[in-house]
T-cell receptor, first 113, second 115 residues
Framework: TQLLEQSPQFLSIQEGENLTVYCNSSSVFSSLQWYRQEPGEGPVLLVTVVTGGEVKKLKRLTFQFGDARKDSSLHITAAQPGDTGLYLCAGAETTDSWGKLQFGAGTQVVVTP | DTGVSQNPRHKITKRGQNVTFRCDPISEHNRLYWYRQTLGQGPEFLTYFQNEAQLEKSRLLSDRFSAERPKGSFSTLEIQRTEQGDSAMYLC?????????????FGEGSRLTVL
């Protein structure tokens, strides 16, 4: 059972469009991370957020951690085909358990030229 | 390449056989994690080591599963008497608690198919 619910499960958009992926939970997390995973590869960390209300920007990607530290969102502006991949959110319950993560099921994003 | 290395990358076996996967973490990382990922799901935590000590095991890790990290460097994950439900990608990850950015570095995974 996944404690983190991601939505939507699948998203297909055209190059240049914007998209938002959501990650929700009833649990409070000390930190939340976003990973991107490509077929046949392991997940690669995009960002870690630790403070409620925190917003981080990574080029065209904007990450937000909810005030109550239970939810997060990932927004991509002007998506490119290289953004295609499985986006996973993952939460750690305590700072000592930052490696023992609860993952969501992921959102598969496909960006077509 | 100084990333996390896993082998074999793919393993096809018959039900009832034993399989072993190896993980070589980033050399200065003291913590090593095993996760399992099935199709359409995110990774699920199995177990982790700090140096050679196995500190926690998930209840997902049945008695048929055993993991070791004998010298605090590489780790092995053995599955005995494999079942079809064991088919999954087994991911290894490592991190250092010394300079803790919280980042987990994952290997490329070992995909197991049990026929």
């Amino acid at each position: 059972t996944q404690l983190l619910e991601q939505s939507p499960q699948f998203l297909s958009i055209q190059e240049g469009e914007n998209l938002t992926v959501y990650c929700n939970s009833s649990s409070v997390f000390s930190s939340l991370q976003w990973y991107r995973q490509e077929p046949g590869e392991g997940p690669v960390l995009l960002v870690t957020v630790v403070t409620g209300g925190e917003v981080k920007k990574l080029k065209r990607l904007t990450f937000q951690f909810g005030d109550a530290r239970k939810d997060s969102s990932l927004h991509i502006t002007a998506a490119q085909p290289g953004d295609t991949g499985l986006y996973l959110c993952a939460g750690a319950e305590t700072t000592d358990s930052w490696g023992k993560l609860q993952f969501g099921a992921g959102t598969q994003v496909v960006v077509t030229p | 390449d100084t990333g996390v290395s896993q082998n074999p990358r793919h393993k096809i076996t018959k039900r009832g056989q034993n399989v072993t996967f190896r993980c070589d973490p980033i050399s200065e990382h003291n913590r090593l994690y095993w996760y399992r990922q099935t199709l359409g799901q995110g990774p699920e935590f199995l177990t982790y080591f700090q140096n050679e000590a196995q500190l926690e095991k998930s209840r997902l890790l049945s008695d048929r599963f055993s993991a070791e990290r004998p010298k605090g460097s590489f780790s092995t994950l053995e599955i005995q008497r494999t079942e079809q439900g064991d088919s999954a990608m087994y991911l290894c990850a490592s991190r250092s608690t010394g300079l803790d950015t919280g980042e987990l570095f994952f290997g490329e995974g070992s995909r197991l198919t049990v026929l």
